[in-house]
């Protein structure tokens, strides 16, 4: 099972990429779990200064911005693979 996190502040921006991530789940059809962080101090142990960030299995795939829908799609896909 693919493991993604969102860290971000509780604002639009990390609102908008949990959306975009669970349309993204939905039309995979991967089975995932997606946790949502918005704590600080986890984020800068995990390196993040400028939230919102994505993390697909434990690699960082965005940070500072919302992904593209086609992104996240390639990122399941890629885990798909494995």
């Given at each position: ?12 921006l ?7 991530v ?41 940070v ?19």
């Open positions: 099972m693919i493991r993604i996190i969102v860290l971000g502040l509780e604002d639009d990390c609102r908008e990429v949990v959306r975009l669970a349309v993204a789940v939905v039309e995979s059809e991967v089975p995932v779990v997606v946790e949502t962080h918005t704590d600080f101090e986890q984020m800068i142990a995990r390196g993040v200064y400028a939230p919102p960030a994505v993390f697909v299995d434990g690699v960082l795939k965005s500072g911005r919302v992904p593209e829908q086609a992104e996240l799609l390639d990122w399941l896909s890629a885990c798909r693979v494995r």
